[in-house]
Every structure is written in structure tokens, then in C-alpha cells.
């Protein structure tokens, strides 16, 4: 009798064990979509990660090292911008919204979110002295063929 009463037991467990392994495999497929979903975004034509992925090493290392130059002054400006972001929620939260303050806040944020793309155009800039004419236009072609930045025709 014990036994046909552990039959069930077994049963039980081994639907759940079944049922708990489809979900972590659901999971991990979700999260690696996600993960793959997020790098495509970053790999625009234009990112660092694309330049340098598109150079062999001795190149790729040269354009490295200007990263890694910016690299500092990019992390402080983004930090900056979140301050900026948490000014203007900590205003935009208060029961009585000072709107002089929020404007001000906002001008912060914007100033914060231009900040970061001139120090994004100068790391390009800088990029761009150490690649060869044929390397910028491999950047240039790949960023017509993915639509992100189509030519203007001129009528």
C-alpha cells in the first residue's frame, strides 16, 4: 500500500519539476530576446560598439583609447542629467508645484541632455581623425543600408 500511495507523491512532484523547468526556460528565451533587443539598439551605424566592431584589433584598439579618454567626462555628464532629472521630479512631486522652479528644472535637464550630446559629437569627432576614408564611408553606407540616416535628395 505504501507504495501506490507514493505513486502519486512522484507524480505530483515530477508535473511540478516539469512545469517550474518550462518557466525558467521561458524566462531565460525572454531575457535573451531582451538582451539581443537592447544590443540592437546600441549598434547603430554611428555607436562605438559598431565602430569598433566593424575594425580589426590594431584599429579597433586606437578607437578604444578615445572612448576610453571620454569615457570620464561622459559618465560625469550623465550623472548630471539624472541629478537634473531628480530635481525636476522632486518639484513636479511637491503638493504645490513652484512653476518658476520647474521651469528652471527643466531648462536643467535640457541643458544636462545637450551637454552629453556635444561631449557624444567631440568622442565622434575625435574617432573620426583616426579613421582612413574608406572606414568612414563603410560607417556612412551602413547607416544608409539600416535607415538611420537617409541622404536629403536636393531638388
Known amino acids: 500500500m505504501s507504495e501506490s500511495g507514493s505513486r502519486?507523491?512522484?507524480?505530483?512532484?515530477?508535473?511540478?519539476s516539469v512545469c517550474l523547468n518550462v518557466v525558467l526556460i521561458g524566462m531565460?528565451?525572454?531575457?535573451?530576446?531582451?538582451?539581443?533587443?537592447?544590443k540592437q539598439e546600441a549598434t547603430g551605424a554611428f555607436s562605438t560598439l559598431s565602430i569598433i566592431g566593424h575594425l580589426p584589433p590594431d584599429r579597433a584598439a586606437a578607437v578604444q583609447k578615445?572612448?576610453?579618454?571620454h569615457t570620464p567626462r561622459m559618465n560625469q555628464l550623465k550623472n548630471e542629467a539624472l541629478q537634473s532629472r531628480l530635481a525636476a521630479r522632486k518639484i513636479f512631486a511637491s503638493p504645490t508645484i513652484d512653476q518658476?522652479?520647474?521651469?528652471k528644472a527643466q531648462e536643467g535637464m535640457r541643458a544636462a541632455d545637450d551637454a552629453i550630446e556635444?561631449?557624444?559629437?567631440?568622442?565622434?569627432?575625435?574617432?573620426?581623425?583616426?579613421?582612413?576614408?574608406?572606414?568612414?564611408?563603410?560607417?556612412?553606407?551602413?547607416?544608409?543600408?539600416?535607415?538611420?540616416?537617409?541622404?536629403?535628395?536636393r531638388e
Open 66 to 69: 578615445i572612448i576610453d579618454a
Open 100 to 103: 518658476e522652479a520647474y521651469r
Open 8 to 16: 502519486p507523491r512522484r507524480a505530483i512532484w515530477l508535473i511540478l
Open 28 to 38: 531565460l528565451v525572454v531575457g535573451m530576446m531582451r538582451a539581443w533587443h537592447h
Open 118 to 153: 556635444v561631449e557624444k559629437l567631440s568622442q565622434m569627432h575625435d574617432i573620426s581623425t583616426v579613421l582612413t576614408a574608406e572606414e568612414r564611408k563603410a560607417i556612412v553606407d551602413r547607416a544608409n543600408h539600416q535607415g538611420r540616416i537617409v541622404p536629403v535628395s
